[in-house]
Nanobody
Framework: QVQLVESGGGLVQTGGSLRLSCVAS????????MGWYRQAPEKQRELVAQ???????NYPDSVRGRFTISRDNAKNTLYLQMNSLKPEDTAVYYC???????????WGQGTQVTVSS
């Protein structure tokens, strides 16, 4: 069983930065993709960034150029560096792990990010 624990959320002013971390515990032997998602109140959860085990990354237009996803496979840790934060970035941020080929999906408990105007 895999557990994901996020940290690093908080309150920041517009234009500020935060770095989120997600530590994965348990046995991860398969090829996988890790990602960050976010969910604002009354909105659907959306992809923020994802990275494969071979370090290929993907971002939606809303965060490209401001957010950077990275991972340390030796430490089973995922990061999200968020710069130039905007009030619309306010949400609960979740870490997700998907393993291949079994397609097991794991989620963290989420960490709140609040950007004040």
């Amino acid at each position: 069983q895999v557990q994901l624990v996020e940290s690093g959320g908080g309150l920041v002013q517009t234009g500020g930065s935060l770095r989120l971390s997600c530590v994965a515990s348990g046995s991860i032997f398969e090829t996988n993709i890790m990602g960050w998602y976010r969910q604002a109140p009354e909105k659907q959860r959306e992809l923020v960034a994802q990275i494969t085990s071979t370090l290929h990354t993907n971002y939606p237009d809303s965060v490209r150029g401001r957010f950077t996803i990275s991972r340390d496979n030796a430490k089973n840790t995922l990061y999200l560096q968020m710069n130039s934060l905007k009030p619309e970035d306010t949400a609960v941020y979740y870490c997700r792990l998907v393993t291949f080929p079994r397609l097991n999906i794991y989620w963290g408990q989420g960490t709140q990010v609040t950007v004040s105007s």
